[in-house]
């Protein structure tokens, strides 16, 4: 009896698997194939992409890069662009990032919308500039315990053209952390006029797919690949007196417009306000004043929230918002740069509000 | 076979009286989790009722045709677990081709239909009391519309008391058990109109 049951036993199992398996093919090559879809792009381009998979994506696969920090996941809300064909409604998860206004415009989340019928789109023309580069890695240097600089030398093509304060993507290829490539947003902290690299500042996240993978994976010579340039991220031409405000790695594109202002001799009044825990945490310092000694009204303020014993530290102390109560005199004639953590920029923006800035001349980039 | 019990009466049973979410406390973790809006819940429960209509037939044909006569029956777990499994990985395909909304709020809940022990809970009480194939699909629908009702109605009060002010300590999962137990003891109204076992 035991070998005749067991052999029962087996085949019952794998017979309804079986089955099973075979019906929920069936229905993947059916139910779930939505064929070939067309996207057209500012009544102008068609591409054709296969079907079910989100807009974000499928562009993307096109070498049509719409900005993304978040790489798809839905919790940046950046990659919006405005559909102009019938799309049915807004998702649940579209709809916090999305504005009263932008939904009659019927601006949508490209990485939550899934392609099933044909679609039309409008996009930006710089988008159509933005574009794939292979880079290699040219050195890696710490800056902090938490913070590599990463230099890329261009490849192919080997110039990029940005303007300072601008971000790249960095797509991080397939490994332990992560089954699919990914993408994340850094910006450049080198100036626009070197053009056949690029520069990045990359603080560690524990457990971030990217960070993980640049820290403990990236050697020198490797091939990695970027695209852009994107983003809104860049000084205005006005006479106005400038407040830089930035912590951690949120010093790449302010470094990247510091450059570029010495390059193109603009004197305006600037200062800017840096924010660290303790010392150890403090970077590029020397540069920075040597920037001051290049730009005659520019003032670094580096400022430690939790200095330690031994850093014997005589310089400003306190939260960044603190110390912009300390400095800010009258917001009159100023606009204000911000890189950093959301939970940063939002009490900074509240400060700077609150010293006479109004919210139009706050410029920022929030990398959650 | 049970033949004593007319399928109608099965299927009043399986929602008022015998609701498999308020008297025997099956699958209460996405009726915790999508029972914040109305709209939400009646996607689940719709779900939810869908596959145990269709479960349950399925279940007890594996039983009865290949279960019974091989005399493998206690293998019916795995056996109604890969029926159900795969039930819903159709189900989630057919959403997901028809409507983006109801695929994107079930979110995760729509894969965990598959562990849903109300829907385990029902193909394995209708092979231990022995009904039809009738009497099984009734039981299912039933089961299914009871708990839909369940959950819509606990959606609804939810959604009300969004604007009340509950105690700190019970935001939340709190609040949403005592309610549930209330629900649970206003349903113990309906009991000894109609008995099964």
Known sequence: ??????????????????????????????????????????????????????????????????????????????????????????????????????????????????????????????????????????????????????????????????????????????????????????????????????????????????????????????????????????????????????????MAPIKSILHDMQEKSISRNATYFFGARSVRDLFLVDEMKGLEKALSNFRFVPALSEPLEEDNWKGETGLITEVLDRHLKSGENTEAYLCGSPGMIDASVKALTANGIPEELIYYDKFA | MNQGIAFYAIFFAAIFTNNILLTNYLGMCSFLAVSREVKTSQGLGMAVTFVLAVTSVLNWLAYRYILLPLDLVYLRYIVFIVIIAAFVQLLEMIIERVSDQLYSSLGIFLPLITVNCAILGVSLFMVIRNYTLINSFFYGLGSGIGWALAIISMAGIRQKMAKSRVPKGLAGAGITLIIAGLMALAFMGFSGMIKIT
């Open chain 1, 1 to 250: 009896m035991p070998l005749a049951q067991l052999l029962i036993g087996i085949g019952a199992i794998c017979g309804v698997s079986t089955v099973l398996a075979i019906i929920t093919m069936i229905a993947d090559a059916t139910i779930a194939n939505y064929g070939e879809v067309t996207i057209t792009i500012n009544e102008e381009k068609d591409v054709k992409v296969a079907g079910g998979k989100p807009l974000l994506g499928s562009l993307m696969e096109e070498k049509i890069f719409i900005p993304s920090a978040c790489g798809g996941r839905g919790s940046c809300g950046l990659c919006k662009v405005k559909v102009t064909s019938d799309v049915g409604d807004y998702l649940p998860t579209e709809l916090p990032w999305i504005t009263d206004e932008e939904k009659q415009d019927n601006i949508r989340l490209s990485c939550q919308l899934k392609l099933k019928k044909d679609i039309a789109i409008k996009i930006p023309d710089e988008l159509f500039n933005v574009r794939e580069f292979q880079t290699e890695v040219a050195s890696l240097k710490d800056l902090t315990y938490d913070i590599k600089e990463v230099t890329l030398k261009l490849v192919e093509p080997s110039e990029i053209n940005f303007k300072a304060g601008q971000y790249i993507q960095l797509q991080v290829p397939e490994y332990e952390l992560s089954k699919e490539s990914v993408y994340r947003a850094y910006s450049a902290a080198s100036p626009p006029s070197i053009k056949d690299s690029i520069q990045l500042e990359i603080r560690l996240v524990p457990n971030g797919i990217c960070t993980t993978y640049v820290f403990d994976h990236l050697k020198v010579g490797d091939s990695i690949t970027i695209n852009g340039p994107y983003g809104e991220f860049f000084l205005r031409e006005s006479q106005r007196d400038i407040v830089f405000i930035a912590g951690g790695s949120g």
